[in-house]
């Protein structure tokens, strides 16, 4: 069975500093990686995602996420913290190879707070 | 082409009632996904439909909840004699295709609380 953990379900960073939400999983197969964030009372909205390929993923908003298989991670990183970044973000797996179809296992999420 | 949409935004019941939840998939997409995520919690698989089919209900309580997708019309996730412990925000998704990498797009919910 597949998991994912973040760790801190709330992080505060000022507004410029670096952005850094931390996501480990496990899967017994090889997973398929996702972050996504959800805006108060909306719904997800897919940041970015790791399939196969280059290990280092760049998404929305100057978002990336680096998949690391030896330490089953993909942090969500961004180098300037916005105001509008301020939202709650989600990292998800699915199995690659293993069912056939996208059903996501969610972590707990992360609230972001954002600083002035 | 319009998003997922998910009708009611909120929904309040009382203890006992019924709880009708409605999503229309984004065009052209004729597969769905059911989530609901708990107050301070992720969201939790509930059950995926393809059009007129279940295909994976493994995350469906197995009383009071059922699930469908008709050929016509939107999905509806059904929640018979609604308790305290239903109440939750109800996500629906959407994708053209049922494989691992493709988007799911998301509505924005539908919020139930149970009185």
């Known amino acids: 069975a597949q998991s994912v953990t973040q760790l801190g379900s709330h992080v505060s960073v000022s507004e410029g500093a670096l952005v850094l939400l931390r996501c480990n999983y496990s899967?017994?197969?090889?997973?398929?990686l996702f972050w996504y964030v959800q805006y108060p009372n909306q719904g997800l909205q897919l940041l970015l995602k790791?399939?196969?390929?280059?290990?280092l993923v760049k998404g929305i908003n100057g978002f990336e996420a680096e998949f690391k298989k030896s330490e089953t991670s993909f942090h969500l990183t961004k180098p300037s913290a916005h105001m509008s970044d301020a939202a709650e973000y989600f990292c998800?797996?699915?199995?690659?190879?293993?069912?056939?179809?996208?059903?996501?296992?969610f972590g707990q999420g992360t609230i972001l707070t954002v600083h002035p | 082409n319009a998003g997922v949409m998910q009708n009611p935004r909120h929904l309040v019941r009382r203890r006992g009632q019924e709880a009708r939840l409605r999503c229309s998939p984004m065009?052209?997409?004729?597969?769905v996904y059911w989530y609901r995520q708990l107050p301070e919690e992720g969201l939790k698989f509930m059950v995926y439909?393809?059009?007129?089919?279940?295909?994976?209900e493994s995350g469906m309580p197995k009383e009071r909840f059922s699930a469908e997708f008709p050929k016509e019309g939107p999905s509806i996730l059904r929640i018979q004699q609604v308790v305290r412990g239903d109440s939750a925000a109800y996500f629906c998704?959407?994708?053209?295709?049922?494989?691992?990498?493709?988007?799911?797009?998301f509505g924005q919910g539908t919020r139930l609380t149970v009185v």
């Open positions: 899967s017994s197969v090889p997973p398929y």
């Open positions: 998704a959407s994708s053209p295709r049922g494989t691992v990498n493709t988007e799911a797009f």
């Open positions: 439909l393809q059009k007129e089919n279940i295909i994976d």
């Open positions: 998800a797996v699915s199995e690659a190879g293993g069912t056939s179809y996208g059903k996501l296992t």
């Open positions: 790791y399939t196969t390929g280059a290990t």
């Open positions: 065009k052209g997409h004729s597969h």
